[in-house]
């Protein structure tokens, strides 16, 4: 049992922090930089991408010993797509404005190269739970990483924190919106791609000098 919780530990560890997709593997980059322009859109991709990482990755893990080793690969695209099917149904029902608003980024999560690798270095090697922990760990952190750079882009951008919630929420979060720069313009840069990829560089920034003051003080 104990033995079980720190590899519990370290899976969570390595999600959040230690293997951050976004981070430190720099995968699934393309629908971050691009839709990461505010809160609630990075909110609403990120919860998609978790739901597609802990889903996918617990139904390969419970057919693992079925598969074949030729036709893996293949097969997992296949279940990976109809998972990512079965969410933009959903959106595109009951969160169609902000289902437009991520447009093709939703059905591209099909080829993430997180999701995919996830797949075959994690859950196609291990049991269910935890690879399904796996993947739950997996798509915090991406999305923690994508929080944060919403967040720094909408603030630079618009001077607000929660616009438009009510297209994740409902009318009720109509008010969540916070000015937290009040009469201000707006920086531009913040809200196009260069500022996705200057904004993605210095977290990475952040991070490293992070690991390796930690490291120094640990030694």
């Known amino acids: ?6 590899n ?35 909110l609403g991709l990120g919860i998609a991408t978790t739901l597609t990482l802990v889903l996918s990755n617990t139904l390969i893990s ?10 893996r690969l293949p097969l997992f695209v296949l279940m990976i797509a109809g998972i990512v099917t079965i969410i933009e149904l959903i959106m595109n029902a009951w969160f169609y404005e902000l289902y437009k608003i991520l447009g093709i980024f939703i059905p591209l999560i099909v080829t993430n190269c997180a999701i995919i690798g996830r797949a075959e270095i994690f859950a196609s090697k291990n049991r269910i739970l935890p690879s399904l922990l796996d993947g739950l760990a997996m798509g915090l952190g991406f999305s923690l990483a994508l929080l944060v750079l919403g967040a720094c882009r ?5 001077g607000t924190l929660f616009a438009q919630a009510e297209l994740l929420f409902g009318e009720t ?3 969540w919106q916070i000015n937290v720069l009040e009469d201000y313009s707006g920086t531009l840069l913040a809200l196009l791609p260069p ?8 977290l990475v920034a952040l991070k490293n000098a992070f690991d390796r003051k930690k490291g120094a003080v640990a030694n």
């Open 8 to 42: 519990n530990a370290k899976i969570f560890s390595n999600g959040l922090w230690h293997n951050n997709q976004a981070l430190v593997a720099l995968l699934g980059l393309c629908p971050l930089l691009a839709v990461s322009n505010t809160v609630v859109n990075s």
């Open 154 to 158: 909408e603030i630079l951008g618009t």
């Open 62 to 71: 419970s057919v693992r010993g079925y598969i074949l080793p030729e036709i």
């Open 195 to 202: 500022g996705a990829f200057i904004g993605l560089g210095l």
């Open 1 to 6: 049992l104990i033995k079980m919780d720190n």
């Open 173 to 175: 979060a109509s008010h």
